[in-house]
């Protein structure tokens, strides 16, 4: 189902929310990467990742769907997954082949999809979203774990390699569909 854009272009509420989610980024790292992160920490990420599910809701409920919303919004959650996950493992909370995982996959659908997704041909489907759901909960709890509780370290790592394997599914599945290979 095929949801009708705004006219308004970019400056929309729903885009306000996502450019929120980029300028959130780096008080989001830097609490990660203090020695001493704290609740905040959790907090600002918790915020950062709380304006995806705000921004695509309010898009949708207010019909201020946009191409820029579109292409932004993806954009902010690899900006933001790949940030938060590199700040993790300089504090040695994960593993850098993860971490690796993560950016390759990223890398390689930018390269061998980005202009099909640029061009409106290749949509989030149903992968993508869970992947990324999973990915902010691993984060969440990765944090928390950082700060004051530790015993959900190995639920976050478990759940990080969950969404970094939905991950690079996901990643193939759009490089199939901009290559055209998939029905």
Excluded at 13 to 19: D, E, G
Excluded at 98 to 108: E, G, H, K, W
Aim: aromatic share 8%.
């Amino acid at each position: 189902m095929e949801t009708d854009r705004t006219d308004a272009g970019w400056a929309t509420v729903p885009n306000l929310f996502t450019v929120l989610r980029f300028l959130l980024l780096v008080p989001v790292c830097w609490r990660i990467l203090d020695p001493n992160p704290g609740p905040l920490a959790v907090v600002l990420l918790v915020l950062w990742a709380g304006t995806d599910w705000v921004d695509g809701w309010l898009a949708r409920r207010t019909n201020q769907v946009s191409r820029v919303g579109e292409i932004l919004d993806p954009i902010a959650d690899r900006l933001g997954i790949s940030a938060v996950v590199v700040c993790l493992a300089l504090q040695q909370l994960v593993s850098w082949w993860v971490v690796a995982l993560i950016l390759v996959t990223d890398a390689a659908t930018v390269l061998l999809a980005g202009h099909a997704a640029a061009r409106g041909h290749i949509h989030v489907n149903w992968l993508g979203k869970v992947r990324t759901a999973v990915l902010f909960v691993a984060l969440v709890l990765l944090v928390a774990a950082s700060t004051w509780l530790p015993q959900f370290t190995n639920a976050g790592r478990s759940l990080l390699w969950a969404g970094a394997g939905m991950h690079a599914l996901a990643g193939l599945g759009y490089v199939l569909e901009a290559r055209g290979t998939r029905s």
